[in-house]
C-alpha cells in the first residue's frame, strides 16, 4: 500500500482517504434497450443492484447485452426506459462529460493512444481534470507501481509493449483520477492463458487493495467464477437468469440455461473456491505425522486431488513455515458442499 | 458586361469552332491516341514483367515505390525537353517521355499486386509441388489481376491526359492546337481544350469499366473493401486509386 | 502561340554569335552559362515557381483541410467529393488552363485556380482516409473517459491521422512542383519557362533546359524531404515499435 499512502494532499481529489475514494453503489432498475432495426431486445428489463466495493462480473453468451449493460452505465449508449444510479444518483443528472470522467474503462489490450507514451497515457484524464504537471507525474509513477509495471516503462510508446504490459497501463489509466467504479470490457480476452492468469490474479489484487466497485464483463464462465463477487448471469436478449455469488449458482443453478452454460464438474469447481485457510479443520491426531501433507494455501480441490493422488482419506494442512495447521478429511469436504 | 457573359461567349465561340472543324478534331485525337497507346505499350512492355517478377520474388519494394514517386517528381516536361536533345524532334522522344511517366504506377501496382497475395495461398501452392515460375503464372497473376487493372488504368489516363504537353516537341495531338493560339484563334485553343478534356474523361470512364469487368466478382467486393482499408497507404503509393 | 501578355525581359537564350565555345556549340552542359544568367534567367525562374508552388499548396491544403474535416465522418458526402476529385485530376493542365482563361484571363490567377484543383484533388482523399484510419477503440475510450467531441478531435483524431497526412501532402507538393512547369504555356513564369523558350528555338539549348530541369527537380527533392523531416519531429510514435 506504499503508493496509496504517499498519496495525502487533498484539494483535487476531494474526497481521497488513504484508501483511496471508496466504491460506488450501481442500482440498474428496469433498463432496457432495444437497437434501431432489430425486432428484439439488446437489453430486457434488467434491474440489479450492484453493491459498493463488490466485483460483479456481466456473463452471458454473445448477444445477451452484457456489453450493451456495461455501457449504458457510462452512457456511451442511451437507456430506452428505466434508470441507472450511481450512489444514488441518476446517471442522468450530470453531463455525460463529467459523468465518464468519473468512472474508470477498460477494454481489450488497454485501448492505450499510440501517439502517447505510456506516462501520457495514463495521465490522460487528471490532465483532463486540470491536475498540475508535477502531480499528474507523480500519480503516474504511483500507478505504475500499483499495476506492477517498472518504471523506465513511462517513457514508451505503446506498440513497443507487449499484450500484458499494454493491459497494465490500459488499467493504471483508468485508475488515474482515482475514481470510486471501474468498468471492464473483456479486458483480458486478447491475452494468452498464462498472461491472462497473471492479470486476473492482479486485478483481484488490486481490488482488495482499493476496494472500488468493478464491473466486469466477459464471456467466459470459469473467468466469471474466478473474479466475481457475485455473478450476474445474462441470457439472449438481456434477460437475467441468475445474480448470485459464484459458490450459489454453482450450488444452486436457477434454471436449465445457467445449468447449461455453468457446465459440468459443479461440484469441484465449488471446492476450489474455497481454501484450506479459510475453513475449520480438524484437529490433528497422533497418526497426522503419518498423512501426506498439503499448504493452507491450497484448495479444497487440491486437497481432494492430492487425497485422490495419495490414496489418503486425510491430510495434514500445513502452514507457511511448516507448522501443522490441523486434518482436512475427505468427509469435511463433503460436507462443505452442504 | 458580366464575367459570366465574357465566358460563355467564348465557349459558344469554342463549340462553333468544334462543330466546324470535328474532322481535325478528331485527327488530332486519334493522333494523341497513338502517342498514348504506343507509351503505355513501351511501358507495359517493359515494365509489367519487371514489377511482377520483383513481386514474386517480394524484393525491391523500395524501387517500386521510388518509381512512382520518381514519376510525380520528374515535370513531363523537363523529360520531354530532356529527350528531345537526346533524339530530336518527333515521335520517339515524346513516346519514351510518357512511357517513363506510365511506367510508375504499372511498377508499383505490379509489384504490390503481387506482393501482396496472401502468403498462405502462396504457400499452399509451392507445399502442393509448384515451381515458383508456375506459382507465379498460376497463383499469383490471377490474384494480382485487380491491382494490375487500377495500376494500368491510372498510367493510360495520366498518358492521355499528358500528351497534349507533347505538341511542345513535335508530338502531335490535341495539344497541336492548344499550344498555337496564332494558327487557329482563341475558340480553337479552348475548343481543342474542351475536346482533350472531353478524351481524358472517355477514358477514364472506359477503363474504370474494364477495370471493373476484369475483377472477377469475388474478387471485387474485397477489393473494395481493401480499397478502403488500403487507402492510407494506397494513395501515397499508387497515384489515385 | 501563346501571347504572354506584358512578358518581362525574359530570360535571355543566347544566340550563336556571342557565348563561348561551349554555348556556341551547344555542349551537353556549360558552367559558364549557368553561372552567367543565374541572375537573370535561373534564380527569377526559381524564385517564381516556389511562389506558385507554395501559393498553390497552402490554398489547396487549408481547402482539402476545412473539408475534410466536415465531411470525414458522413461518408455520403465524402465518396462523391472524392470521385469528382478523380475525375478533376484526369483533365490535362493544359487544357484547364485554358479553359479557366475565359473566366480570370491570362494572370497568375488562372495558374493558381488550377494547380489548386489539382492539389485538392490529391489532398482531399488522403485526409479523410487519415481522419478515418484513427482506431475505434482510441476513439471509443476517449469518448468513455469523458473527452468532449473538440478535445477528442484535437488531442486524439488528429493526431494519427497525421502519418497519412503528411504523406498525401508529399504527393502533393511533389506532383504541384511538377505541374506547375506547364504554368509556363499560359506565363512566363516559373522553371517551365526558360525550357519552354529553350524547346522553340530550332536547336534547343541544352544546357539551359538541363539547368532547370535540375532545378525543378531538385526543389521538389528538397521539399519532400522537408516533409520528412517534419513528419519525424510530429510522429515520434511511428519510428518505435511495430508501427
Redesign the interface.
Known sequence: MTALAVFGRGSRRSNRSIEGSPGAEIRLEHVSKRYPGTNSDAVSDLSLTIAAGELCVLVGPSGCGKTTTLRMINRLIGLDSGEIEIDGRSTRATTVTELRRGIGYVIQEGGLFPHMTVAGNIGTVPRLLGWSRSEVKSRVSELLELVGLDLTLAERYPAELSGGQKQRVGLARALAADPPLLLMDEPFNALDPVVREHLQDELLRLHRELAKTIVFVTHDVDEAIKMGNRIAILRQGGVLAQYDTPDSILARPANEFVQTFVGENRALRRLALRRLEEIELAKPTGAAKRLPEIAASASLREAVSRMIETKSEALTVVGENGETLGLVRLGDAMRMLG | MT?AA??M???LDAFRFIGSNWNLLLDKAAQQLELAGAALGLAIVLVLPLGLVLGHLRRGSTLAIAAS?AG???????LI??L??VFGIGFVNNMIALAVLASGPILTNSYEGVARVEPRVVDAARASGMTGAGVLRQIELPLAIPLLATGVRIAA?TV??????AA??GGGG??DI?????GYG?DG??G???C??AL??I??GLLSALERAVTPVGLRRLAELEKGNR???A??VT??T | MIVAAGAPAGPIVPNFGSGNRCVVENHTFCWSWVNAHWGDTLQPALSQHVELSAIAIGIGFVIAFTTGLLTYRRRWMSRPLEGFSALLYTIPSLALFQILVPFTGITTTTVEVALVAYTLVMLFPNIVAGLNSVPADALDVARAMGFTRRQTLLSVELPLALPTIVAGLRVAVVSTVSLATIAAFLLPKGLGYPIFLALKEPSPFRTEIYAAGALTVALALVADLLLVALRRFLVPWARRGAV
Open positions: 464575367l465574357i465566358s461567349h467564348d465557349f514517386i510525380r517528381a520528374l515535370p513531363v516536361l523537363v525537353a530532356a528531345l536533345t489516363v492521355v491526359a499528358t500528351a497534349p504537353i511542345i516537341a490535341l495539344g492548344i499550344v498555337n493560339q496564332a482563341f485553343v479552348l481543342a481544350s474542351l482533350a478534356m481524358s474523361l477514358a477514364y487507402r492510407q497507404e494513395v501515397s497515384a489515385i
